[in-house]
């Protein structure tokens, strides 16, 4: 009897609500499984499974499903019958669409299906009144539905590394989105609406076509974390004393970008959770025309990146994206620091080990 089996037989016997079936090369779901109706938590991911046939409506008191990093190309709308779900990830696979009949998992508050090539996603998921993440990231998704913004209780929402123009929902105060990425995509128009939603805290919108940012921008008085970098603003009408919370805020790579001095002044005035923390992030080339503020290019109020040298400011690394230091090969010099103290470390005790090995082998010989 093999693992699988055994851990059906097993759950069957005893009637565990868990079964975890991860990682065990399976091309589909076993037919055993849909007998067993009682269990409330199913992880399937890092399978090679290719499809979810119908019969997982069987298993109606499911409340969380991990389907992710398996080979699913078709789901079938019958997965929209199981009203006790809460929790579906449907990463990183191979899914074009999703079932029409999505709406009707009422009870969900997280669904994951980034990492798939959606290219649309149905108008039916802003029905879904008690999502609170909603992470769509890494597919190639061309446009979002506006109706969207009727998801009250959404808190998080991950739409970056699309292939977006614009970002425009119906979005209002009653709202609760917290983060909102739209970083890497091709956005070159927000909605004003944006506004609306006095909750956010943090807005990524890196590596764009952003020309201008809406003046609504003003209104998100909760707003700690703005992420601007590699886009084409020119001008920014930020009004520093509105957006009372900000206290980091990235800006490199747009070439042409005027940010007025008192902006600065008030930005790097302010305390942080962490003051070490930068609260501007620039390039070089920015900090030509900012020289004036060049006794600020310090630990916890402005930062440089030197692009042309790839070299990031030494020891913060963690604020700057991994994918920006992949993307542009930048180093941290602390960090280089510390690789190459633990190269001549290990090279150091290579030597030991090696010179105590020829002594080892010479006393050997003696006897």
């Known amino acids: 009897m093999n693992i699988i089996q055994e851990k059906i037989n097993l759950a069957k016997k005893n009637k565990v609500q868990l079964l975890n079936l991860s990682n065990l090369g399976l091309e589909k779901i076993p037919e055993e499984i849909f007998e067993l109706d009682f269990i409330t938590n199913l992880n399937l991911r890092d399978n090679i499974i290719e499809e979810i046939p119908y019969k997982i409506e069987k298993l109606k008191h499911l409340k969380v499903l991990y389907l992710d990093n398996n080979q699913i190309k078709t789901i079938s709308s019958n997965i929209c019958n199981l009203k006790e779900l809460i929790i579906l990830n449907l990463s990183n696979n191979k899914l074009k669409t999703l079932p029409d009949e999505i709406y009707k998992l009422e009870k969900l508050t997280r669904l994951f299906v980034s990492k798939n090539v959606l290219e649309k996603i149905p108008n039916s998921l802003s029905k879904l ?16 539905p506006i109706e969207l913004g009727s998801l009250k209780k959404l808190t998080h929402l991950d739409l970056s590394y699309n292939s977006l123009n614009n970002f425009i929902i119906n979005c209002n105060t009653k709202n609760n989105l917290k983060k909102l990425y739209l970083q890497s995509n091709h956005v070159n128009d927000i909605t004003e609406r944006i506004g609306q939603l006095k909750k956010l805290k943090l807005l990524h919108l890196g590596n764009n076509e952003l020309i201008k940012v809406p003046n609504s921008f003003n209104k998100l008085s909760q707003l700690k974390f703005l992420n601007l970098s590699e ?3 020119t001008i920014l009408n930020l009004d520093i004393n509105k957006m ?6 990235k800006i490199y790579l747009n070439d042409n970008i005027e940010i007025k001095d008192h902006f600065i002044v008030q930005l790097i005035q302010r305390e942080t959770k962490f003051n070490s923390h930068f609260k501007l992030i620039i390039d070089k080339k920015q900090s030509i025309r900012l020289k004036h503020f060049e006794k600020h290019f310090t630990s916890g109020q402005i930062g440089v990146i030197d692009f042309d040298n790839k070299i990031i400011p030494e020891g913060h690394y963690k604020q700057i994206d991994n994918d920006v230091i992949n993307k542009y090969q930048l180093v941290d010099p602390f960090r280089e620091k510390l690789r190459q103290k633990m190269i001549n470390n290990s090279e150091k005790a290579e030597l030991k080990i090696s010179l105590y090995t020829k002594i080892k082998k010479s006393i050997q010989k003696l006897f």
């Open 129 to 144: 009144n008690n999502l609170e993440v909603l992470d769509l990231k890494k597919n190639a998704l061309k446009e979002i």
């Open 231 to 233: 886009n084409k603003i």
């Open 244 to 249: 009372e919370k900000l206290n980091e805020f």
